[in-house]
T-cell receptor, first 115, second 112 residues
Framework: GAGVSQSPRYKVAKRGQDVALRCDPISGHVSLFWYQQALGQGPEFLTYFQNEAQLDKSGLPSDRFFAERPEGSVSTLKIQRTQQEDSAVYLC?????????????FGPGTRLLVL | AQSVTQLGSHVSVSEGALVLLRCNYSSSVPPYLFWYVQYPNQGLQLLLKYTSAATLVKGINGFEAEFKKSETSFHLTKPSAHMSDAAEYFCAVRKYGNKLVFGAGTILRVKS
């Protein structure tokens, strides 16, 4: 079946530009997560949705980062006024139920480069 | 607080040799632990997970890991390395609220 998809796969932005990254989770999955992976590092948690409710946004690095999942399926991560330190791979993951032992299935990521 | 330490940012083995990737965790409660693999320009794929059932967990592609509470470890092993195992491997612990906390990763190189 279809896995988690993300678009665009690559994005080059000029410093100060706004960007929007899209995540299509596996159909029917309740939970959706965003992670940021800097070069040479492990992924770091950004935010988490259960259906349309954003239950945890403690990992968002600044108020320039905003995520939404208005209908409980597709999610968008928006970064306003991008900075060079925002350059990273942004990973989306989904899981079928909101339980600790559930597997998170990851998308291929969006590689963002801010010049 | 939960955290994960992966010992060795790079591991090199010969094809056919034992693979051992180390992971130690800290957790104030019984943990849920995961190993993921990441190939270049791809997302993370689950290899195996520990969810407080059997302490020896078998995963895909011949990998397995043993949960040792006394050592707070969850090392990943494979008896015989294959060239296709070359990738980056991440250990992760599930934190309150279901988010994953990842280690820094170990790049596995397989020599022919």
């Amino acid at each position: 079946g279809a896995g988690v998809s993300q678009s665009p796969r690559y994005k080059v932005a000029k410093r100060g530009q706004d960007v929007a990254l899209r995540c299509d989770p596996i159909s029917g999955h309740v939970s959706l997560f965003w992670y940021q992976q800097a070069l040479g590092q492990g992924p770091e948690f950004l935010t988490y949705f259960q259906n349309e409710a954003q239950l945890d946004k403690s990992g968002l690095p600044s108020d320039r980062f905003f995520a939404e999942r208005p209908e409980g399926s597709v999610s968008t991560l928006k970064i306003q006024r991008t900075q060079q330190e925002d350059s990273a791979v942004y990973l989306c993951a989904s899981s079928s139920r909101d339980r600790a032992e559930e597997t998170q299935y990851f998308g291929p990521g969006t590689r963002l480069l801010v010049l | 607080a939960q955290s994960v330490t992966q010992l060795g940012s790079h591991v090199s083995v010969s094809e056919g040799a034992l693979v051992l990737l180390r992971c130690n965790y800290s957790s104030s409660v019984p943990p849920y632990l995961f190993w993921y693999v990441q190939y270049p320009n791809q997302g993370l794929q689950l290899l195996l997970k520990y969810t407080s059932a059997a302490t020896l967990v078998k995963g895909i592609n011949g990998f397995e890991a043993e949960f040792k509470k006394s050592e707070t470890s969850f090392h990943l092993t494979k008896p015989s390395a294959h060239m296709s195992d070359a990738a980056e491997y991440f250990c992760a612990v599930r934190k309150y609220g279901n988010k994953l906390v990842f280690g820094a990763g170990t790049i596995l190189r397989v020599k022919s």
